[in-house]
């Protein structure tokens, strides 16, 4: 949530082209964050747009463009989960924000499948040994596709639903956390198609593969399925604490866990992670017949949906009410984590109330934390006490979380507003751009770029001049 990247624009205007580099048209409904990487910049969207005829119909879609115009390299194609809507909801794409490293890319697919692709595509051949990409990209009961120069070569695959006996629900969204040779990843299990029962209660929620081969090698073993509320959305972080390197993860449950990392270089791995601590974010929450209280925007089990923050000794995560089905409160909380002796679960240096739910991660800044809840609401906190400097009420809800570079707070709505605030303890508005278009995606920042996600397009915003993406 925090980029290095400096000289990046304090507004733009969509209209005369004023520092924008590009579009990209996306699909109708693009909920992950564009990620840059080797001159590539990736992101989920659906096909509501079909950039390749052959692929008609509702699918998911992880599209490729090329960074220094906009043109689309490739696509990653997956057909939408068959039988129950619930499973894999219509047009909401392929949500998850991939991780790159080197010339691969890590994702999951809107079918609950962990892929390691090439970042160059099937252009420059199948490397393997997976080859069944056409197989893949076919609807059931329709004759099998070719595969073109245009598709994506998966290097591997490995299916949560049927390896760790995963119930996919709504939409899949999840981050990759890669440390040496193994892959961290929320395993996206969740209620079924009544939000009443967990059709999967033994599976992991917390899954650990073999980046090399795409096997399962670990998983968390604190039995959360039972009290998962909603799904398991958020995303582990690691952390080097007092020397002891450990992952953070925040379950469907409102509870924070804490495991000893993996060894990334040994050829074997325990089953189960060994927990350090957990912290109960909501201990007043109802904790038995969690979803009789489905709908009920007072009272409800808490969620975790932002990705743990470490930061000089402390950790930052977000916590409260799910956003569709829960009671509209939040809080974000700090936990002195390096205080902590061994074994011991970390004190609450401070707590903050938010006004509404919240989906964010949140950014860590020059002694500030910034954070975003569902009623629009951008908050700029001390790191050390909590102490609230200010608050910026945006032109609509906030999903997405504030990304902060150059000295700026970069927030979009899902209004379709794109907000340039000052990364500052003193409330500064540098700019306000109306994009007409929802925004739930996070900004990302690279290269003098900035790259804002709405739900239809994906702009390049730069100091410099214009080029058409055509």
């Not at 590539?40 to 969207?45: A, E, Y």
């Not at 604190?222 to 959305?233: A, K, L, M, R, S």
């Not at 956003?323 to 409160?329: I, V």
């Not at 074994?343 to 949140?362: I, L």
């Amino acid at each position: 949530m925090v980029s290095g990247e400096t000289a990046l624009p304090d507004s733009f205007d969509i209209k005369t082209g004023r520092n924008v580099r590009w579009v990209a048209p996306l699909g109708s409904q693009s909920y992950g964050t564009p990620i840059v990487s080797q001159g590539r910049v990736l992101i989920g969207t659906n096909n509501d747009v079909p950039r390749d005829p052959r692929h008609q119909g509702d699918r998911g879609v992880m599209m490729c463009f090329a960074e220094s115009d906009g043109h689309l390299l490739w696509q990653l194609v997956s057909p939408k989960m068959e039988d129950d809507p619930y499973l894999d909801w219509p047009k909401a794409g392929m949500a998850s924000s991939p991780t790159v490293e080197g010339d691969r890319v890590y994702t999951m697919t809107n079918r609950g499948e962990m892929v390691c692709l090439s970042i160059n595509g099937l252009s420059q051949g199948n490397l393997g040994p997976y080859h069944d990409e056409a197989k893949h990209m076919t609807p059931r009961g329709e004759p099998l596709m070719l595969t073109g120069p245009l598709d994506a070569d998966i290097i591997w695959l490995c299916d949560f639903v049927k390896e760790a006996g995963v119930h996919l629900h709504d939409q899949v969204e999840a981050s990759v956390l890669i440390d040496g040779n193994l892959l961290y990843v929320n395993s996206c299990n969740g209620v079924d198609n009544t939000h009443k029962v967990i059709r999967s209660p033994n599976a992991p929620s917390l899954v650990v593969l073999d980046k090399r081969t795409g096997k399962i090698v670990s998983e968390d073993g604190e039995h959360i399925g039972p009290d998962v509320f909603h799904n398991t959305w958020c995303s582990p972080s690691l952390a080097t604490v007092n020397g002891r390197r450990t992952i953070f993860f925040g379950g469907d449950n409102g509870v924070l866990y804490a495991f000893d990392a993996l060894d990334p270089n040994a050829e074997t791995q325990p089953k189960l992670l060994t927990r350090q601590w957990k912290f109960d974010c909501d201990p007043t929450a109802p904790k038995k017949n969690i979803h009789s209280y489905l709908g009920n925007r007072k009272v409800s089990p808490s969620v975790i949906f932002g990705m743990p923050v470490y930061d000089n000794g402390k950790l930052y995560v977000t916590s409260g009410g799910d956003l569709w089905w829960g009671k509209r409160k939040s809080w974000i909380h700090c936990l002195d984590v390096a205080g902590a002796k061994a074994g011991e679960t970390p004190k609450e240096r401070w707590t903050y109330a938010m006004a509404r739910e919240t989906c964010c991660t949140p950014a860590v800044f020059n002694g500030m934390v910034f954070t975003t809840d569902c009623g629009g609401n951008v908050n700029c906190l001390d790191a050390e006490t909590g102490k609230l400097f200010w608050t910026y009420k945006a032109d609509g809800p906030c999903w997405a979380s504030c990304m902060v570079a150059d000295g700026k707070v970069f927030i979009g709505t899902r209004a379709g507003e794109f907000d340039v605030l000052a990364a500052d303890r003193t409330l500064k508005i540098i700019s306000s751009t109306k994009l007409g278009d929802p925004i739930t995606a996070t900004t990302t920042a690279a290269n003098g770029t900035i790259y804002v996600a709405t739900m239809r397009n994906l702009y390049a915003i730069a100091m410099r001049a214009v080029t058409d993406a055509r």
